[in-house]
C-alpha cells in the first residue's frame, strides 16, 4: 500500500544480498565474518591475472598479481534469466553478479520477483567501473549485437528493471566510491515522495581492467602490504576489492503493514560535495562535516544519538586524518567516536562501498552489536582524541530508553562527491513457532529451473532451516515465497534435524527416505483425478491423527453429523473400534470427506472424479452432485441394507484376467460372478461363502493367486437384487444436482445408459448391484483428459487401488495415494508437487525470518570475452547445413530439432534473433559479408544453407554482400 508520507518517514531495510570476497553470499556470513576478524583479501585469480597482464605497460606489470578481494566473476546462471550465450559472453560481470543478487535480496525480503511485474519498483545503481567497456571497446574488439549493452553503464540498472518487468525509475548512478550510497539517497527520496513504493538498492565492482589500479599505484593510494588499517598508524593504503550489495527498500509502515522483516531503517541521507579544494581529488573537512550535519537533520536525530559510524576509513593518511576531523566537528558530543571500517577485512569495493557499508551498519544496529575493525592495531597519532577504533567485538553503546540504535555511514568519491547515511534500529518480529512437541509430518517443497540448481537450492535452505523453529514454519515458508519451478523435489519430515539430512541427501545426490524425487514437472497443469476408495481400507484409528487439523476434523465432524440424522445413532468416530459392516462403510466415507477438504486447504481441487462402490458416494458428494446432507442419506440406507448380506456371502480378489476368471467361474453355475473389474489382472468375485472357500481352495491348487476380502459382503451381485427395489425406495426425494465436474460412473462408465436417472435414487440402488467397472471408468477418465498428463489420486483411509491404475494405464500416468496416515498423506503432498501440481496452502506459518534461496546452476558458465574465439572455423560444403542448424538452435529452444523446410518465420525467429544469427555466421570468414538480407521472409533455411554453400566455392573478390 501507499502511504503518506511526512518527507522524514524512515525507510524499511526488509532485504539484503551479496557477493563478497571470502565466498560471502549472505548476510549471516558477512555479520561471521565480521566478528571472526576474517581477512578476506588474496591476489587475483591466475587465469585472470594472465589476461590482465596483457594490458599493462611492461614498466608496470609488478612480480606478482594485484592484492585484492575477488568474487568468482565467471559464475553466472544465464539459462535461468534467458540470456543466450552469446550476450552472456560480451556482458559486464557487474551485470551477471547484480541480477542474481537482486534475486538473492528479494528472496531474504520474502518477496517473489514475479510478483513485482508491473510495479512501481524503482532500481538505484551505484558503480563506477568502466572495465568491461575497456574489454569490449578495446582495440581489435570484433563487435557483435551485445557488446553495446554488455557494457553500458546504463544497462546494469536497466538489466534488472527489463527482467523484472518493472514500471518504475531505473537508475545507474557513478559518483566514483560514493555512488552505491548515492544510489541509496535517490531511493529513500523516491520512496518518500511516493514516486515508487518498493526500491532496489545495489551497488557493483568488478577488477578486469588492470591498468586502473595501475593508475592507482602510481597515486599512491593502495598499500603495497595488500592490507587495509584503517585509522592505524602503520596504514598505508587500501587494497582494491569487488563484489555486489543489494538493499531492498521499502517505506517503514508499508513493510510493518506487510509483515516484512526489517534489518533496519534508513533514518536519513544527504549528498554534498568538497567543492574547489587544494586539487582535485582532495577531500575537504568542512564539506564533510556539513553532510554529516544534513543527515542528521534528515533523520531528525541529535548528534550525540549516533553510537558507532561505519566510516569510509581507506586506510590513507590524507584520507583517514581528514575523516576523522570531520566526524568529531559533525559529531562534538560523543568523542572520541567509535568508528570502523569493514575495509580492513574486504578491501575497497569502490562504487559498490557504500552499499556495503549501509550492509554492515544494518547488521550492527540489528544485532546489537559493534564489529571490531581488521588490522587496526595503533591508533594514528594526532586523531585520538577525535575517534577510537574497536578492535574486538563491543556491546552496542548506552541508548536512552525507547531511542533506537544508531550508526552513521559515510561514502566520499574521490572526484569529492560525500555521501552520508544514518541508519537505525527496528523493532523486532516475534520468533517463528518453535517445534510442535507431537509433530505432524510437513512437506517441505524446494524447486529449481535445472538439476544443477535444484540441488544448489536444497543445500543453500539446509543451512538455514534451524532459523524456522519447526518444520511447519519452513514448509509454508517455502510454499509461499519460495519460486516453483519444473525440477522439484520435496522433503517429508517431523523434525527440523531429518529435514536438513534430507535436503542433504538431494543435495549430495544420495537416497534418503524422507526425499521425494528429484524429479521433473511436465509443461503444463496434470488434470487431477481423484479416485475414492470402496470398502476395505476401513481400520479403528483411520483419521485419529489428522483430527488435530481443524481442515480435517470439521468437515469430518459435519459428516458425522448429516449421518447421525439417518442413522439416528451416533456414528463411528476416528478412534473407535469397528465392529460392524456399517461402522466399516461410515469410516470409508467419512475420512474421504475429510482428506477431500484438507486437499482442498492444500489447492488440490479435483478436474474429474470417481469411485470405486461405497467411494462413489464420496465422489458424487465431491462433485456436487449429492449435496453432504443427501449423500449421508445415500449412505446411511445403504450400508444399513447391504449389512443384512454379511451372512448370505463375501469377496475373493482374484489374480487372473477377466475371460479367464469367466471360465474358472463357469462350473458355479451363476452363484459366483465378477463384482469388480478392478484391472486387467484382477477381478474380485462376490457370492456365497461356500463357493467362496471352493473356488479360493481350487485357485490355490492351479497356483493362481487370490485372497478374500475381509468384513465383505456380497455386493454388486445377485445377492443384491433382493434389496435393490427397498433402496430406491429409502431414497425417494433424493436432491441432486447438476456436477460443476466430470463425475465418471463406475457403473455405467462407457455410455448414459441411465439417462436423466444417472445419480438418482434408481441409479444408487442399481449402482449397488451393478459391478464396478473400474478400469473402464479410468481409462473413460484418461480419454476425457483433453491429451493433458493425468495424474490419479486415490482417497480413502488407506490405499488400496493405486496399483490397479499402474496396472490398468502403465506408468505414464502417475497414481498416489492420500490416506489418513500422516507421513502417506505428507508425502503425496509431495509426489503431487513433484508430478507438477504446486500446493496453495497452508502459508499461514510462513515467517520472514525463514529465507527461500533460488539455486543457480553455475555448471555452464558462458567464457569470458578475454577467452572467446574470434573468428570460427569455416565448415566443409557437407557441413554447411549442420552448422546452420547448429546456430540456430543456440538462439530456439526446438525439442524436434531445425526443420530446414521451414522459414525463419515459422521457427519463430523474432528479427532481432535474425541479427545475432547473422552476427554469428559473419564469424566464418567466407559469410563475414553476409546480411540480414539473406533471410528474406519467404526463404527457407535449406535455401540459406545453399547459399552459404556457394559461398565457400566463390573468391573472394567475387562475393556478394546479399544474397538474395
Known sequence: ????????????????????????????????????????????????????????????????????????????????????????????????????????????????????????????????????????????????????????????????SYLLDLSGPSLSIDTACSSSLTALHQAVRALRSGEVDLALVAGANVLTAPVITSSFVEAGVLSPTGRCAPFDQDANGYVRSEGTVVLVLRRALDAHEGGHRVWAHVAGTAIGHGGHSTHLLAPRIERQAAVIRQALADAALSPGQVGWVQAHGTGTRAGDRIEATALAHALPHRLPIP???????????????????????????????????????TLRKGLEKLVRVPTHVEEWPNTEEGHPRVAGVSSFGFGGANTHALITSAPTPGRPAVEDPVPLPETVMISAHTGHALTDAAGRLAERVRTGGSVGVVADTALRHGGHHRYRAAVVAPDLETLAQGLGSVQGHTPHPAVIGPGVGPDSWPWVVFVYTGHGGHQPDAGADLMRLPAFADPVQQAREALSEHTGYPVWRPGQEITSFADAQHCTFLTQVGLTHLLAQRGIIPDAVLGHSVGEIAAA??????????????????????????????????????????????????????????????????????????????????????????????????????????????????????????????????????????????????????????????????????????????????????????????????????????TTFARTMGELYTSGITPLGPIHRAHPDVVIPPGWDHTGAAPTPTTRTEEDPTPPPEGVAAHLSEEITRLLHLPDGVDMSASWAELGMESYQLLQLTSRLRRVRAWKSVDIRLFLPERRMFDVAADLQALLQTPPEGRSAVLP
Not at 585484492?68 to 552472456?88: L, M, Q, R, T, W
Not at 558503480?127 to 557488446?147: E, L, W
Not at 467362496?692 to 485372497?707: F, M
Request: hydrophobic share 45%; with cysteine.
Open 1 to 160: 500500500m501507499t502511504t503518506t508520507s511526512t518527507g522524514r518517514d524512515p525507510v524499511a531495510i526488509i532485504g539484503m544480498g551479496c557477493r563478497l570476497p571470502g565466498g560471502i553470499t549472505t548476510p549471516a556470513q558477512l555479520w561471521q565474518a565480521l566478528l571472526q576478524g576474517r581477512n578476506c583479501v588474496t591476489r587475483i585469480p591466475e587465469q585472470r591475472w594472465k589476461a590482465m597482464v596483457g594490458r599493462l605497460h611492461p614498466d608496470q606489470v609488478p612480480a606478482e598479481p594485484f592484492p585484492a578481494g575477488v568474487v568468482d566473476i565467471d559464475a553466472f546462471d544465464a539459462a535461468f534469466f534467458g540470456i543466450p550465450p552469446d550476450e552472456a559472453v560480451e556482458m559486464d560481470p557487474q551485470q551477471k553478479l547484480l541480477l542474481e543478487t537482486v534475486y538473492e535480496a528479494l528472496a531474504n525480503a520474502s518477496l517473489r520477483p514475479s510478483l513485482l511485474a508491473g510495479t512501481r519498483t524503482g532500481v538505484y545503481v551505484g558503480a563506477a567501473s568502466t572495465d568491461q567497456a575497456a574489454i569490449n571497446f578495446g582495440a581489435g574488439h570484433r563487435a557483435g549485437v551485445y557488446t553495446s549493452s554488455g557494457a553500458g553503464m546504463a544497462i546494469l540498472a536497466n538489466r534488472i
Open 621 to 822: 458428494s465431491t462433485a456436487s452432485a449429492l449435496p453432504l446432507g443427501e449423500a449421508a442419506r445415500v449412505l446411511a440406507h445403504r450400508s444399513r441394507l447391504l449389512s443384512g448380506l454379511s451372512h448370505e456371502g463375501g469377496l475373493l480378489a482374484v489374480r487372473a484376467g477377466v475371460d479367464r476368471t469367466t471360465d474358472l467361474l463357469a462350473p458355479y453355475a451363476g452363484s459366483l460372478s465378477i463384482a469388480s473389474y478392478s484391472a486387467p489382472q484382477v477381478q474380485v468375485v462376490a457370492g456365497p461363502h461356500a463357493e467362496l472357500l471352493h473356488l479360493h481352495t481350487a485357485l490355490d491348487a492351479e497356483g493362481i493367486w487370490s485372497r478374500p476380502v475381509a468384513n465383505a459382503i456380497p455386493a454388486h451381485s445377485p445377492a443384491v437384487d433382493p434389496l435393490v427395489p427397498e433402496l430406491e425406495d429409502a431414497l425417494h426425494g433424493l436432491r441432486t444436482t447438476a456436477p460443476r465436474l466430470p463425475l465418471l460412473s463406475t457403473a455405467y462408465p462407457d455410455d448414459d445408459a441411465m439417462g436423466p436417472r444417472l445419480w438418482s435414487p434408481a441409479y444408487w440402488a442399481d449402482q449397488a448391484r451393478h459391478p464396478v467397472r473400474f478400469t473402464d471408468a479410468l481409462r473413460t477418465a484418461v480419454s476425457s483428459s483433453r491429451r493433458k498428463p493425468v495424474v490419479f489420486v486415490e482417497i480413502g483411509p488407506r490405499a488400496l487401488l493405486v496399483e490397479h491404475i499402474v496396472h490398468t494405464l502403465g506408468e505414464d500416468h502417475p497414481a498416489l495415494a492420500a490416506t489418513t496416515d500422516p
Open 339 to 377: 568508528v570502523g571500517s569493514v575495509k580492513g577485512n574486504l578491501g575497497h569495493l569502490e562504487g559498490a562501498a557504500g552499499a556495503l557499508g549501509v550492509m554492515v551498519a544494518a547488521l550492527a544496529v540489528h544485532h546489537g552489536t559493534v564489529p571490531p575493525t581488521l588490522h587496526h592495531r
